[in-house]
């Protein structure tokens, strides 16, 4: 019992930390960091925190050095203290002056209205969404590592770069070109709990489905939805079919590329509306970051976020389009940031990136997919009512789809479907194995752009209560930047 | 603006029947976990169930942790998965059961590998006859479902045998 509660404790610290870091950064990145509500801030620190702690590890097993939770969490830890405390002077200095010059109300939360009372309905999706993680932590963290990819990539690969002290990748063979966030960020857990634990280090993953939902309501609510709604497109994405609970407690990388790609769509919306709060370009470039860190297809995945964005400026010409354009080279950077380390040392230890996934292009499998696509969009078992909400959703925003920044986020869904249907047009596997092949693939695919699927289904709610005259009673929480 | 309206009312009505389906769906798994929680039967004492598992951890204790193996099974089985899982850090070379002697024990001598093993030992392998007349071959008797071969390597020559 005492051992079981220190290893609890070993993980909370462990994730603790992984939280601070990335706080660290984030505050360095954001010109007002209170301007972000506390589970929005968390949410963004742990994304930032995972993918900064695992490309550090990744530098490390690059010089030869062995991982140990010193090498691993010391220096980057005090860089980070000492990047913040330097801010904090500078920070400090300014507004010193700023008050000399202008004495007016400090740089404080911009949420000064007093708090809402809860309703009957925010009680009723908060209760669902408890019940859900309540399940979802239990299964994780009480059952052994048991899915397919967990044990035989994920996972194994964790293992070994715990066992190993770094990212001995010779005894495997398990997807070694794979990028590496999620199983260093496992072997970093173990070095926390101080042994192979995947029961417990399982944990991960309802955490990170938690903050993933933290970002989505909290890009629904500067969006311009109440609370109330905000919650329940929260719930309806979250308990939707089975695959996002069964992804809160299987060690796959799919929950994690999720929660990055919905950052980056969300972000960039919301700079789209002119509703982020400053900062929010870096902050995309990190998630930018994360999602070609994170999964083989999350480079291309953020491809798309990328074209959706360009294509969607070039169709509504801003006034300031130049300028815009430019600005999309932060998240560009940030891409780039998360996709040459691993490539740079993939290349170095001669590892073979999979070049062997693009031979030649087969017509019947691309006719193939759509059916599959299809079904899978509509079959409730995957994503419930989730995808007819969203085709309800664009019907109701009509022609707002083509003339506001609503735009970006169809066209980053219709193009990931779009990819999707390619990507299996040219997949070399065998016409008897198809089937099974996108069976087990196709799901996780669609789990990638899900969760912004829900934040396009928020508009057409909110287009819908506008219509009607109500959602205004709760404004939006945030004010936002031009 | 009412077929909106009307839309809306049942999609939701669709979401509700959908939700009540979905605790249908998990209700085994929700069962098993409160069974598993209230006799403390979790983590790693639910893997000991598994005749597999602890087949395995014998061999994980007779192997070397830096020796090679392969291991003679059908992917699609998922047990392989499972067995590098739980021999990690050994390496490990998969093989299929239809694999011919010659290739079999070419890997073998390539490889360095120090042991075979076969996860279904009652089932017929197309080696099995070229394994049992070779001296480079030791079987290790390990009580399971498998099969656990000592393994030579420089006794083998790397030739075709059958």
């Not at chain 1, 050095?65 to 000492?82: A, D, F, K, R, S």
């Not at chain 1, 069964?246 to 769509?265: K, M, R, W």
């Not at chain 1, 031979?359 to 059916?371: E, G, K």
Request: aromatic share 12%.
């Amino acid at each position: 019992m005492i051992d079981a509660a220190l290893s609890l404790c070993r993980l909370l610290l462990g994730l603790g930390a992984v939280f601070l870091l990335g706080y660290g950064c984030f505050a360095l990145l954001v010109p007002r960091p209170p301007e972000f509500p506390g589970p929005e801030k968390l949410a963004f620190s742990f994304g930032i925190g995972a993918t900064l702690l695992t490309l550090w590890m990744l530098v490390l097993s690059w010089l030869g050095l062995q991982l140990g939770l010193p090498v691993i969490l010391g220096p980057i830890l005090v860089l980070t203290g000492v990047a913040l405390l330097v801010k904090k002077l500078i920070r400090g200095r300014s507004r010193e002056m700023t008050t000399r010059e202008a004495p007016g109300p400090p740089a404080s939360s911009p949420n000064t209205a007093p708090p809402i009372p809860y309703r009957l309905w925010d009680w009723v999706f908060l209760g669902l969404l408890a019940l859900l993680f309540l399940g979802a932590t239990l299964r994780a963290t009480l059952y052994p590592m048991w899915a397919w990819d967990a044990i035989a990539t994920w996972g194994c690969k964790a293992k070994v770069f715990y066992l190993s002290r770094g990212m001995n990748l010779t005894c495997i063979d398990a997807h070694n070109y794979y990028p590496n966030l999620l199983p260093l960020l496992l072997s970093y857990l173990y070095f926390c709990l101080g042994r192979v634990n995947d029961h417990l280090a399982q944990g991960l993953f309802p955490l990170w489905g938690a903050l993933l939902l933290a970002l989505l309501q909290a890009f629904l609510r500067r969006g311009g939805l109440g609370r109330t709604q905000a919650l329940g497109v929260t719930a309806f994405l979250a308990l939707n079919g089975t695959v996002f609970p069964v992804h809160l407690y299987i060690a796959y990388a799919d929950l994690p590329l999720a929660y990055f790609a919905l950052a980056a769509v969300g972000l960039l919306y919301l700079w789209f509306t002119d509703r982020a709060p400053r900062g929010s370009l870096a902050l995309a470039a990190c998630a930018f970051a994360g999602m070609a860190w994170c999964k083989y297809e999350g480079p291309p995945l953020a491809v798309t976020v990328l074209l959706a964005a360009l294509l969607t400026l070039a169709w509504l010409r801003p006034p300031d389009l130049k300028a815009r354009l430019a600005a999309l080279g932060i998240p560009l950077l940030g891409l780039g940031a998360g996709f040459l380390p691993w490539r740079l040392f993939a290349a170095l230890g001669h590892l073979e990136m999979g070049a062997d996934h693009i031979r030649n292009i087969y017509p019947q499998q691309f006719l193939a997919a759509c059916t599959y696509l299809g079904v899978a969009l509509a079959n409730p078992f995957y994503f419930g009512v989730l995808w007819p909400a969203l085709i309800l959703a664009l019907i109701f925003c009509g022609r707002s789809l083509w003339r506001t920044p609503r735009l970006f986020l169809a066209l980053f869904i219709g193009g990931n479907l779009l990819a999707i249907l390619i990507a299996y047009g040219v997949a070399p596997t065998d016409a008897a194995e198809f089937p099974s092949y996108v069976r087990a693939t196709l799901d996780r695919l669609l789990l990638h752009i899900t969760p912004v699927a829900a934040l396009l289904v928020g508009e057409g709610l909110k287009t819908w209560g506008e219509g009607r005259g109500i959602g205004s009673t709760e404004q939006a929480i945030i004010p936002g930047e031009k | 603006m009412r077929w909106k309206t009307w839309a809306i009312r049942l999609l939701l009505l669709l979401w509700g029947l959908q939700l009540v389906w979905l605790g249908y769906y998990f209700a085994p798994e929700v069962r098993d976990l409160a069974w598993r929680l209230a006799s403390h039967h979790t983590g790693a004492a639910i893997l000991q169930e598994d005749p597999f598992y602890r087949w395995v951890r014998t061999l994980a204790g007779i192997i070397p942790r830096h020796a090679t193996y392969v291991f003679l099974d059908n992917y699609e089985a998922g047990k392989e998965i499972e067995a590098r899982y739980h021999l990690t850090p050994r390496r490990h070379i998969l093989l299929p059961p239809a694999v011919p002697p010659d290739f079999l024990f070419f890997t073998l001598r390539q490889e360095k590998a120090t042991y075979l093993i076969i996860r279904e030992g009652d089932r017929s392998w197309a080696s099995k006859k070229a394994v049992a007349q070779s001296p480079a071959f030791h079987e290790v008797p390990v009580p399971g479902p498998g099969l656990l071969f000592r393994v030579d390597y420089g006794r083998l020559l790397g030739r075709f045998y059958d």
